[in-house]
């Protein structure tokens, strides 16, 4: 229910969150007109809501136009072409899924959430920066990031196979392949989590939010949108992308060389249904 995400969105604003990015696609069509447009709304207003698109693997080529807010957000300045052209041979998008055209031009900002699994399933790395059709764009966690910093994405730059810097503020580290290794805390609840139910009936603490970064998913088992890790076999997928900002944040990503063994992670400390993450 847009109508409801809205809800929770003022919520968040209310209560002092910093930065609210959706872990949902916001396909056309998914909602009602009524429901997207109080979503648009609650978005504008809080001038801090990030949302999602994909950039699958499989398909069709596409070579349409791609819609303006997303164009937006591709990076304008990149180095070693070579490098590039070797993460394609790991992960390659072939299309775009773009989220309903008035909800992207109310987002903050936008990043995609595409991942490949490793062969035994588990979701180890991100992919910071994807190309399609000659543009390079950002991942939802390093846009959100970015956006939490308060940093200019105009002067972000990456040099693929080794690193990114965005204005100076965030300076991950990537494999040879434009990956970046995931330090996951630990099993689902390893952030704080608030419901939907008790954040719309006023029952959360503001210094829950005060100043914090929150994403917004479904953590229900029945829910599709659930990834494994080497911590849980169904970490919701908001949760994987709380951990990937904050590794961002707190430059605690995993840096290892394609033939390196595991590396040792810290847990931390538990949730069901729609809910949202608080990473930093």
């Known amino acids: 229910d847009r109508a409801e995400i809205a809800r929770v969105i003022q919520a968040l604003q209310a209560g002092g969150a910093r930065a609210v990015a959706l872990d949902i696609l916001l396909l056309p069509g998914g ?33 349409g136009a791609v819609p303006a807010p997303v ?48 062969t ?3 979701m180890r790395r991100d992919l910071p ?12 966690p390093l846009r959100l990031a970015a956006f939490a910093r308060g940093a200019d994405w105009q002067q972000a730059r990456a040099r693929f196979g080794a690193g990114i810097s965005v204005d100076g503020s965030l300076q991950p580290r990537l494999d040879e392949l434009s ?3 995931v330090n996951y ?7 704080d989590n608030v419901g939907f139910a008790e954040l719309l009936a006023g029952r959360v ?10 994403v917004v998913g479904v953590s229900a088992l029945a829910a599709g949108d659930h990834v494994p890790t080497p911590f849980d076999a169904r970490l919701p997928g908001m949760e994987r992308i709380a951990t990937v ?26 949730s069901g249904g729609r809910r949202c993450a608080t990473p930093g």
């Open 31 to 63: 909602g009602t007109p009524e429901g997207s447009a109080a979503l648009a709304a609650a978005m504008k207003a809080c001038a801090c809501a990030l949302i999602p698109f994909s950039l699958p693997d499989d398909g069709p080529p596409d070579r």
């Open 245 to 270: 900002t904050d590794n961002l944040l707190t430059g605690r990503s995993l840096v290892r060389p394609a033939w390196g063994g595991a590396a040792g992670r810290r847990p931390r400390a538990g």
């Open 71 to 118: 164009l937006a957000q591709a990076l304008l300045r990149y180095d070693d072409e070579a490098a590039l052209a070797r993460s394609e041979g790991y992960y390659r998008p072939r299309r775009l899924v773009a989220p309903e055209a008035g909800l992207a031009e109310a987002a903050a900002a936008l990043g995609h959430i595409s991942v490949r699994p490793e």
């Open 129 to 140: 920066l994807l190309r399609l059709n000659g543009e390079v764009y950002p991942s939802l």
């Open 179 to 181: 990956r970046l290794g």
């Open 120 to 122: 035994d399933g588990s």
């Open 185 to 191: 805390y630990g099993p689902t609840g390893s952030f």
């Open 205 to 214: 603490d503001p210094a829950r939010l005060q100043g914090r970064i929150a």
